[in-house]
């Protein structure tokens, strides 16, 4: 088949198409297909015109139009359908049913209807972008929350096939009369992290002035807890353990990351907190490598029940051993004492308790680590997920133009 992805923003800063876009469409091309990834990087302009091949996959990044307001956006949709369109695919997919990507599937299902097309339309979610979603949490306008809304509510209910990311999603579809057949539940699949080499991990114990004491990790966005529970958890340890030294990974949507810095440096003991900020790609392994147990707190809310957490995948692809709250998707990737374990949603007490006895227990931790790596790696592997899209688009693109409605 000939397959098209249709992505709502650029492979960087953000995510979605990076880590799940991607890696799907080079497990599709090892099986045979065409695959192009067709983006608006209106979010990294640098990109703009730019096409590329990764892995086989064609990557074609959108020109961007010049900066009219409202006009943008429409001409940004037509070159992004236009584009999409010129692969002529059997089959268009499209990553997110809002913002541009939401667009692209209105008007190619448009298009189809009035027989301007053929190509199967499939649309994939892997967040809850409505009330008690994205749209609480972001500083949207009052427009662009209900542009949001209703562009989810659309996209998920008009298609020939949807995948969703997590199980609440899979739900939520259930509930606006999609049929089940015409959903694929399609978590995120994991990536196996190299090897560190131990000039690596010495190099990157000294960038942060670790030494040779152990580490507990923190790697987030922020926005998935409480800053208060955080910093309740890490004096907890301290509290046991005062020799750990906490590091912490990755960057906040609002600057959190400054207010955890200031609040624990009145509670750190003296040297022994450290904030790395957002580690690139190719550095990211030597990190992670440094932590000898991880904690995932993940508030039990809308938002985190509906995603797909990609930071926990990358923390047992690289063997961290991960404390995590039972909640949502994290449920699905950990088995409790064996490839993780998992505290119940809130306590505090108990998330504490199991980082510290993962600490003092270093042989069950490490069997714990590498148990979940051989997870990540054998159950939630892209390879063995294309086999599943390949069966579902299959089993799902039985579709004429004049069979649209």
Not at 76 to 94: F, G, K, S, W, Y
Not at 241 to 261: A, D, I, K, S
Request: net charge neutral.
């Amino acid at each position: 088949m000939r397959i098209a992805f249709v992505g709502p923003f650029a492979l960087q800063p953000k995510r979605t198409m990076a880590v799940r876009a991607l890696p799907l469409a080079r497990a599709l091309v090892q099986r045979g297909h065409e695959v192009c990834l067709v983006l608006p990087p209106w979010d990294w302009p640098a990109d703009s015109g730019r096409a590329c091949d990764d892995g086989g996959v064609q990557i074609q990044n959108v020109r961007l139009p010049a900066p009219v307001p409202l006009l943008a956006h429409a001409e940004l949709t037509r070159r992004l359908v236009h584009a999409t369109l010129n692969q002529q695919p059997d089959l268009i997919h499209c990553f997110k049913p809002k913002a541009y990507a939401g667009l692209a599937a209105w008007t190619l299902w448009q298009l189809r209807r009035v027989g301007l097309g053929r190509a199967a339309l499939f649309v994939d979610s892997d967040d809850w972008e409505g009330a008690g979603g994205w749209n609480s949490l972001m500083q949207y306008t009052a427009l662009q929350r209900r542009l949001f809304a209703w562009q989810e509510k659309w996209g998920l209910t008009h298609h020939d096939g949807l995948t969703v990311a997590s199980r609440a999603l899979e739900s939520i579809a259930w509930s606006l009369g999609v049929p089940k057949d015409k959903i694929l539940y399609l978590p995120n699949g994991g990536r196996l992290a190299p090897q560190a080499s131990p000039d690596e991990l010495a190099a990157a114990r000294q960038r942060l002035g670790i030494g040779s004491a152990p580490v507990a990790l923190l790697y987030t966005r922020f926005f998935e807890f409480s800053l208060d529970r955080v910093v309740e958890v890490m004096q907890g340890v301290w509290q046991q353990v005062p020799e750990v030294h906490w590091l912490v990974v990755g960057q906040g949507l609002f600057g959190e990351e400054r207010e955890l810095e200031q609040r624990v440096a009145t509670l750190a003991p003296a040297g022994r907190f450290h904030y790395a900020g957002w580690v690139q790609e190719d550095k990211l392994p030597a990190v992670l490598a440094l932590a000898n147990v991880a904690i995932y707190p993940f508030d039990d809310n809308l938002v985190n029940r509906c995603k797909c957490p990609v930071k926990l995948t990358d923390l047992m692809g690289a063997g961290v051993p991960v404390v995590a709250d039972r909640v949502g998707q994290i449920a699905e990737y950990i088995v409790p004492g064996e490839s993780g374990l998992l505290s119940p949603p809130g306590d505090t007490g108990n998330l504490v308790s199991q980082t510290v006895d993962l600490l003092r227990n270093p042989d069950r931790a490490s069997r714990i680590g590498q148990e979940g790596k051989r997870r990540i790696g054998e159950e939630f592997g892209w390879e063995l997920l294309a086999q599943q899209v390949e069966a579902f688009y299959l089993r799902n693109a039985r579709i004429k133009a004049s069979g649209a409605s």
